[in-house]
């Protein structure tokens, strides 16, 4: 009769585990997202690669979207395979992977800002994350422009001073000449007698 009061399991134990177990396979199926790095910074003109791994029940629906301090737009929405409804802006430029993750080419300025995928699995349920972009400016084109600008006005200086120097050389030459042609032809000097 003792034995009846020291059950192993109770009804209570036995719906918390229940819970417990659902709550696990729940979690088994949700989606993650998994990026090596949220913040890239790239100059103008190179590539970015927007890196991600994607777990989930089935084949994703994967949606991006750009964000910034003045406008907000679509990038495109993929499904196995490519890109499908890709805006006009990014056609040319946006290169998907099997995984998910994306490359943006060519960059410019204006692509610095907050890119958002939304992941959703066939059952509907979705997960964020967020990529921040910093574009640079590329100041070695302007570098370049100075130093070819720098390496033109040296030639052109040493040139101007090789032409002085040979105007100099020839105004010497001149003048020697002309005096020896205003030298009378005999120089023999005649003694007076005292």
Known sequence: MLMLYYRLWDIHDVAVLFCFMLYMCHRAEAITIQSPQSSLTQSVQEDVFFSMNVTCNGTPTIQWTFMSSSVSRAIGIWQPGAFINITADY????????????????????????????????????????????????????????????????????????????????????????????????????LQPL
């Open 91 to 190: 056609s040319s430029r946006v290169e998907a992977h099997d995984n998910g993750s994306m490359v943006l080419s060519d960059l410019q300025l204006q692509d610095t800002g907050y890119y958002v995928v939304t992941i959703t699995d066939k059952t509907g349920d979705s997960n964020h994350a967020g990529f921040v972009l910093k574009v640079n400016e590329v100041l070695y084109e302007d570098l370049q422009y100075l130093s070819v600008s720098a390496l033109a006005l040296g030639c052109l200086a040493a040139i101007l001073m090789l032409a002085i120097w040979l105007l100099d050389k020839a105004y010497t030459k001149i003048v020697a000449w002309r005096r020896r042609q205003e030298m009378p032809a005999n120089d023999a000097t005649e």
